[in-house]
């Protein structure tokens, strides 16, 4: 497990606060479509989950988080929301493993990620074994949304005390969430532990 030293603590926290952000706007947008009953009822303990983290982190900052002044446009069918949010869930996990190590008392929060990441993960099972329409639709949003997240990452990871650290920590989420994606079967399976971002073309 990748191990931070306690000079990267408020750069973590302040990357979960934005992943939490980013992620509970999105989960309040989802709510917008027309999702099966049980993903409604989900979302909406998901969305508590992410306030409460929101306000934690925010206290622990002294800082508050910004507000989008409108929800972001996101996919009207199911599967491919099922990725975005799946997507968004993964990154918030990676961050707030990082931050469990340096922080062991906030390891509850890293209890509701692995929660939120193992619903997604057991829906996007079903949708990949179900129609092949529904499969293709996950597996075409799978790459969309990969291929943006390099250039998301290292948005997260600009921070002085991070610095040191970027090219591994890079590596290391990268490798995490595409490892994760890749055995649900919504992207190939990663050869010999590389990233396609780092594979020669």
Request: aromatic share 8%; charged share 25%; proline share 5%.
């Amino acid at each position: 497990m990748l191990v931070l030293p306690s000079t990267c603590e408020r750069a973590l926290l302040e990357r979960f606060l934005r992943a939490e952000s980013m992620a509970l706007w999105a989960v309040r947008a989802a709510q917008t479509q027309h999702l099966p009953p049980h993903v409604q009822t989900f979302l909406q303990r998901h969305e508590t989950d992410e306030q409460d983290h929101l306000r934690q982190f925010e206290g622990l900052l002294g800082t508050t988080s910004q507000r989008a002044s409108m929800l972001p446009t996101v996919p009207s069918q199911w599967e491919m929301l099922a990725v975005l949010l799946f997507g968004y869930e993964a990154l918030g996990l990676e961050f707030a493993r990082l931050l469990a190590t340096l922080r062991p008392d906030l390891s509850e929060i890293l209890d509701d990620e692995l929660a939120h990441v193992g619903f997604f993960e057991k829906e996007l099972a079903g949708i990949l074994a179900g129609g092949e329409t529904g499969a293709q639709q996950a597996r075409e949003a799978a790459r969309t949304w990969w291929k943006k997240l390099p250039r998301t990452l290292d948005r997260y990871l600009q921070d002085d005390s991070l610095t040191p650290y970027r090219a591994e920590l890079r590596r290391h989420i990268l490798s995490a969430i595409e490892t994760r994606f890749a055995s649900l079967g919504l992207l190939p399976q990663p050869i010999s532990g590389l990233t396609r971002g780092e594979r020669p073309s």
